[in-house]
């Protein structure tokens, strides 16, 4: 086949128009098939037309579960939320439930670790310090994200991640550290909670990705205070 020759997809049959072609393993895939994917699926390319139509029966069916989820409990941050149907045992991350997508919904049971992550981002700082046009380096600036990343066992992906803040933190902006990361220790604390983990501190630390001497580091504090 030449490089400009029509193709169709191989999933629903559709003529697949200028760049809209989603490359599978053994065959294409047009756009709008695309879009019917889980938004944490991430391995397209590498999937075969036989596993697409599977995923895309599984999506109609999680169109219909939706339906019947009613959370109870919301928490996040800025950007997604964890919704929970606590009567059901389910969950769902989006940043609004209510916004018309297809959003997975996955058992409380499927989950098999989490943990938050803080983000840090360095950029150099120049200064004119006499006045004469010549800027000098004068040390960093940093800024922060605040991450919670679930994983799941399903056949379809395995990680989420949840954006907890809009924008980098400034190192100096202590409340908007403190709220994003209040925010997602509320999504850990609660996870810990409805999966029964029992964890000592030691454990919980490391399951949140933190240490004691880094917990400190991020807060600003020393390990007197």
Request: glycine share 8%; proline share 3%.
């Amino acid at each position: 086949m030449g490089l400009f020759d029509k193709k169709f997809c191989d999933v629903c049959g559709d003529k697949i128009g200028m760049l809209g072609n989603r490359k599978l393993e053994d065959g294409n895939l047009c756009k709008n098939c695309a879009k019917k994917l889980s938004p944490f699926f991430d391995d397209r390319r590498h999937s075969t037309v036989a596993q697409i139509k599977e995923q895309l029966a599984y999506r109609e069916q999680n169109a219909e579960v939706l339906k019947a989820f009613r959370p109870t409990r919301t928490l996040g941050g800025e950007v997604h939320k964890l919704y929970v149907d606590e009567q059901k045992g389910q969950f769902v991350v989006a940043k609004n439930i209510n916004d018309g997508a297809n959003h997975d919904v996955i058992n409380l049971s499927q989950i098999r670790s989490f943990n938050m992550d803080i983000e840090e981002h360095k950029k150099a700082d120049y200064e004119d310090r006499d006045g004469d046009g010549d800027r000098e380096f004068s040390g960093y600036d940093y800024s922060y994200d605040y991450y919670v990343y679930i994983q799941v066992d399903s056949p379809w992906f395995d990680d989420i991640r949840m954006e907890m803040n809009v924008f980098q933190i400034d190192q100096y902006n202590h409340a908007g550290r403190h709220k994003a990361e209040t925010a997602a220790r509320e999504i850990i604390s609660y996870l810990q909670s409805r999966m029964g983990m029992g964890m000592n501190p030691q454990m919980m630390n490391q399951q949140m990705g933190m240490n004691p001497q880094m917990m400190n580091q991020q807060m600003g504090m020393n390990p007197q205070m």
